[in-house]
Every structure is written in C-alpha cells, then in structure tokens.
C-alpha cells in the first residue's frame, strides 16, 4: 500500500477501504506516516466527508490504538457523559456526585481544556492538592468505596485520538463532523462504559455553530454507539451564551458547588437534571420524570454537595482552599436596557488571555482568573450597573469585552436551553 495513492483517493472522493485507514492510521501512530502527508489526508476528509462504512472502521481503529478500560469491577449499567465543549461548561462537576448520590456508579475519566474551552480536569486542579493522575488499583477502590471518581485519561487511551488531534489542531482540519464524531466516540468507547449521554452544544461558543450540523454530528455518534450495542443519547443544548454566570476554572467549580447546594444558576441546573435524569434512567431504568424529581431532591436535601465533598477528600483536595484571584474589577454598563447577547465565543477568548488556558501544550495556567457575570440574555440593566465581574492577576483590558454584550431598548425573551433530543 501507498499513502500517496490513498490520499490521492480520498482526493478524488472515493471510499476508502478498511485496510487503507488502518494503514494510514497505524503508520501515522507508529512514526511511519509524517505529518505533512497526514495533514494532506486529513484535509481530504474534511473536504470530501467520509461514508458510514468509513467512519465505523476509523472508529474502530483508532478505538483500538490503545488500551480499553475494563470496568467489569463495577456492578450493574455503567454509563458515562461527555460535552462537545463550550464556555463555562461546569456539568461534569455537578452531575457525577448528584447522579452518584441516586446510587448510580460513575467512573468519569476527562481531560484538560481544548482551545479556549476549559477543561474539567484543569477546572478540578483549582481545589488545592486534588489529583486526577490515579492509579488503576486507587480508582477501584475509590469507586468501590463512596462510588464516584472522576479521573484524568491514562496516557494509552486511544493514542491515535491524541496524535490525530494535535495534528488536526494545527492543520486546520478540527471542524470535520466524522472526525469530530470519531475522535468523541473511540475515546468513549475506549473508556468501558456500557451507555453514553453526549451534551452537544450549538452555537457561536461551541464546535457545532448551527443545528443542522449537530443533527448530523449527533446523528453518527448515536450510530456509532449503536454499532456496539452501547445506547447513545444526544441532547442538543444551547452555546451561544455562557452556560451559568462563572468562566475560569476557580469560579467554575465555585459555581459548580454553589449548584450541588441548590443555589446555581437556573440554566446550569436545569441541564444537570436533564442529563442527570438520562444517566439515572439508563443504569437503573428509573422513569426519566421520576430520575428528574429525585435529583432535584439530592440537590437541595444536601446530599450530591456530601457526595463532592466525599470525592474532593479522596481525590486529597482541600475544598476550603479554591483558586480565587482577589484583584477584581466591575465591567460596567453604559447603556440601559434588555440584554440581547451574550457573547459566548468572546467571553471564552477573553477569559482564555488572562490565562485561564493554555495557548500551547505544558503552558500553566492561571486557575483563579475569569468572570462572573451578572447579566444574561433576557435580563434589564441600568446604565452604571455592573455586567460582569472581572478576577484577574495581571492584565486587563475591557475592550475586547464591549464586543461581547449587546443591549437592546426592545423586550427580549430569555433563550431556549434545549433544543432536541436525539437517539434511536
Ligand atoms: N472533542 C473531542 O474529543 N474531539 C474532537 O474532535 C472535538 C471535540
């Protein structure tokens, strides 16, 4: 085989065969394939797609580049979730401990931020001394013990994804929907569980910026799990303004614990409890509007906060001692009247550049810098209110910030959350 010829195929927009992507994929893991000519055939796909056929194979084999979990220790219907990505997207930090709290079983494995979305386990390293590295025979216990953990991805977990990825990230080929689809998916899979909830976000803050394009994405995700027997749920929810009021990692899980304590923002609850109740339904077969009314009671009877407390112990963090700049100023308003927008995709850049996130691999981040906003879509400000919040440690500057608020004299309704849900 040739990679010349296989890229000159997939060029031309033909199929290729099963062996042709195991060549090209293996030969690129193993060294063989250089980036250039890796680059070329990625750029091919986005181009010309790929058929069902092709990105069941690539699926599977980059889903065996590395280890598989085995998660066979833990009894019963292990399901786990997964986010598209989007700015403020605290989710994972409220929904394993309140989920956990039903009784359900979560071993959640998740990663750092990509781009200038943040990542759980760079938000989790805000909580002093808490660690996400956690040995196999470590996670077992945790988990056989108070029955949650939520843990960095081993190394080996699908190495194919990770090389694919920083290419991809550099070659301007991340917006391909089947390699989005595949990267999501060999990763979700590699990872043992049984079920998959998927949030996938729409909008000018998130991957997918319109709702044909996350139909399509969701779409090959629930097919792909279904080629597994593995049932996959979409919910497709709205990124085009900042999911809570926090952005920044110390804020995030303030506002996450805020949220386990009954007292979070209303949007950020409600799609907890909307994905919380698919994980319940799928491990124990719950009605999802019973699922729904039993979390909402762990939320508020203390129960999920006990829950993150248990798991922030075991993980050794000190909840009391969260990454918090203390230098803040107010983003004021010079108008008066409805908010229109909220700029999700500004909001996150700008967090991004007072450090919240990595511009390159192995750069450190500032974990107690972000925002916190006071005004959402729908609400009213006053001229000489304060929008937003700013925690900073050595920069600011607002005028990338006007850009991200638009105030209209006109009545505006607060947006939709959810837009549909997707499985078959
Ligand atoms: N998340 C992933 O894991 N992979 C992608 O390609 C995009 C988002």
């Known amino acids: 085989m040739d990679i010349l010829e296989i890229i000159d195929k997939k ?4 199929e290729l065969t099963r062996d042709e992507l195991f060549y090209s994929i293996d030969g690129f893991v193993q060294g063989q394939i250089p980036d250039y000519q890796m680059s070329s055939f990625l750029m091919a796909i986005c181009i010309n ?21 085995d998660l066979s220790f833990i009894p019963g219907t292990k399901v786990d979730k997964h986010s598209t990505g989007g700015i403020g997207d605290k989710t ?37 001394g808490l660690q996400t ?26 190495p194919a994804d990770k090389k694919l990825y920083a290419l991809r990230d550099v070659s301007g080929t991340t917006s391909s929907i089947p390699l989005i689809a595949t990267s999501i998916m060999s990763k979700k899979l590699a990872s043992g569980a049984d ?82 109740s698919y994980m319940v339904h799928f491990a124990s077969g719950m009605e999802i509007e019973d699922a729904k009314k039993q979390l909402l009671q762990k939320l508020y009877d203390g129960s999920a906060y006990n829950k993150f407390l248990e798991l922030v112990k075991w993980q050794h963090g000190d909840v009391n001692h969260i990454a918090i700049s203390s230098q803040t100023k107010e983003f ?42 006071h005004k959402k879509v729908g609400d009213f400000v006053k001229k000489g209110e304060s ?24 009545v505006v309704s607060p947006p939709q959350l959810l837009y549909e849900i997707i499985t078959f």
């Open 387 to 410: 929008l937003a919040t700013i925690y900073y440690t050595t920069n600011i500057d607002f005028s990338i910030l006007k850009e991200a608020f638009v105030i209209t004299e006109q």
């Open 11 to 14: 060029r031309l927009g033909k």
């Open 195 to 276: 079920k998959f909830v998927i949030d996938v976000k729409v909008g000018n803050g998130a991957l997918m910026k319109n709702l044909e394009d996350a139909r399509k994405l969701a779409t090959l995700m629930v097919k792909i799990g279904n080629k597994y027997g593995k049932k996959t749920i979409c919910l497709l929810s709205a990124m085009d303004e900042p999911l809570g009021l926090a952005v920044g990692n110390g804020l995030e899980v303030q506002e996450a614990i805020d949220t386990l304590r009954g007292k979070g923002p209303k949007d950020l609850e409600n799609l907890v409890l909307h994905l919380g």
């Open 49 to 69: 797609g790929m058929t069902e056929e092709e990105i069941f194979s690539l699926t599977d084999i980059m889903l065996h580049s590395g280890e598989v979990v």
């Open 133 to 158: 590295s956690i040995s196999k025979e470590d996670l077992e216990k945790q988990i056989q013990s108070i029955g949650v953990v939520i843990a960095a991805q081993t190394g080996n977990l699908v």
């Open 92 to 128: 994972t930090l409220v929904l394993a401990p309140l989920v956990s709290s039903l009784g359900v079983f979560i071993s959640k494995m998740s990663g750092k931020g990509l781009g200038y979305t943040g990542g759980t386990i760079d938000k989790l390293a805000s909580i002093d």
């Open 332 to 373: 004021i308003s010079t108008e008066m009247g409805y908010i229109k927008k909220v700029d999700a995709e500004i909001i996150g850049k700008y967090v991004h550049d007072l450090g919240a996130g990595r511009k390159r691999e192995g750069d450190t981040i500032d974990y107690g810098v972000g925002i916190v906003l």
